[in-house]
């Protein structure tokens, strides 16, 4: 049968890397359920900001196939690792790589991730629902809202909800956020690089969808400067030891590490995450490390059923929208499980940018 397969990577970008995407026409292929039956591919790097133009092939490997829930059955979503064009050498715009290692390092200790993606929909330059010129009423109403005239964009978020499901994500839940025209969806995995993949289509689903109701979503984690919510991604993290009997001393003991390496894991979080991270609006400030049970103004809270069970999970209120989960699932799994606290000034934002 001919299958339809979107091949989808990580671009370039700078500051915050964006998706790309091209449709390849497999002519004969039987039911495609894993990565290992498409072929690799290419693409044109000097248009991505991942190559010169006198030397721009990049290389495609498909690591991850979803059903395609735009498209239907028999077509697929192909996620794509971005390689050097010898194929195996994961080129710098590739942080999915080093992710790959410290997962299969630590994977004996059952990490589970809980990803909170928020964001704002757009119409043009303008939070969708907002009146072209001026702000809707002040915050209040709309955090989980119901009605016309508190939540603007549902719509849209069902059917991304419809495809997250069809594409088989692990989508947890939707719901309106505290700034008109800003939501959230959850994507809970079993695997930092099984969390991490389902977020990125999760986006790309997003993204897709928007464009047929015209509208466009942003991750930006402060889209609107002044008295209004920002955007971010909380983390939800355990390993199999927080979540059993004795599972809170690991946990706080987790949160030690964390604050140790503060400052580190900040500078990875995602761009403009200091407009976000004031101290305000559900906010620890950025220069300032705190945890505690039910604190929604601490860097890290640990929930109340988790202090009251004695195991449980932590959250990591720190990250921001744009965050890019390998990055951050990679952070977590460093210093939480793997003890590292060192602070290695080649582990970049930039480091994925290209030099050349
Ligand atoms: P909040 O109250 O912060 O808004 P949400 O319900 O939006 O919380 O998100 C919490 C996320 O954490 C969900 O996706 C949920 O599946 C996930 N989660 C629950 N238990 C765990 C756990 N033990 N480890 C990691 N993530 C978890
Ligand atoms: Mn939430
Ligand atoms: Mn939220
Ligand atoms: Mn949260």
Not at 30 to 44: M, N, S, Y
Not at 74 to 86: F, G, I, K, Q
Not at 235 to 241: C, I, L, M, Q, V
Request: with cysteine; net charge negative; charged share 20%.
């Amino acid at each position: 049968m001919v299958v339809f397969a979107e091949y989808i990577w990580m671009d370039g970008h700078q500051p915050t890397q964006k998706l790309r995407s091209k449709t390849k026409v497999l002519p004969d292929l039987d039911e495609v359920t894993r990565p290992d039956q498409l072929p690799a591919w290419g693409f044109d790097g000097s248009s991505t900001n991942q190559a010169p133009g006198d030397n721009s092939d990049c290389h495609l490997e498909p690591v991850r196939v979803y059903p395609d829930p735009i498209r239907g059955h028999p077509h697929v979503l192909v996620l794509c690792e971005v390689m050097l064009a010898d194929g195996v050498t994961p080129h710098p715009t590739n942080p999915r790589a080093a992710l790959r290692e410290v997962a299969e390092q630590t994977a004996e200790h059952e990490p589970w991730f809980g990803l909170e993606q928020e964001y704002t929909l757009m119409q043009g330059m303008t939070p969708l629902g907002w009146p072209d010129n001026g702000y809707p009423a002040p915050q209040g109403p709309y955090y989980c809202g119901v009605g016309a005239d508190e939540v603007f964009g549902r719509d849209i978020v069902e059917a991304h909800m419809d495809a997250c499901t069809e594409a088989g994500l692990g989508i947890t839940g939707i719901n309106a956020e505290v700034m008109p025209g800003q939501w959230e969806f959850q994507i809970m995995g079993k695997g930092a690089l099984e969390a991490a993949d389902d977020v990125w289509i999760g986006r790309y689903l997003l993204y897709r969808i928007g464009e047929d109701f015209g509208v466009s979503a942003t991750v930006h984690p402060k889209p609107v400067k002044g008295d209004w919510n920002g955007a971010g991604m909380h983390t939800n993290f355990s390993t199999k030891a927080m979540r059993e009997e004795g599972g809170m001393a690991v946990i706080e003991a987790a949160c030690e590490a964390l604050g140790k390496r503060h400052e580190h894991h900040i500078k990875m979080y995602g761009a403009h995450n200091a407009e976000r991270l004031t101290g305000l609006h559900e906010t620890q400030s950025i220069e300032k490390f705190s945890w505690g049970v039910s604190d929604r103004g601490a860097s890290i809270r640990i929930p109340l059923a988790t202090a009251q069970q004695g195991f449980g999970y932590l959250e990591d209120r720190r990250p921001a929208a744009n965050a890019d989960p390998y990055v951050l699932n990679r952070l977590l799994l460093e210093t939480i499980v793997l003890g590292v606290t060192d602070t290695p000034e080649t582990d970049t934002p930039e480091s994925v940018a290209l030099t050349a």
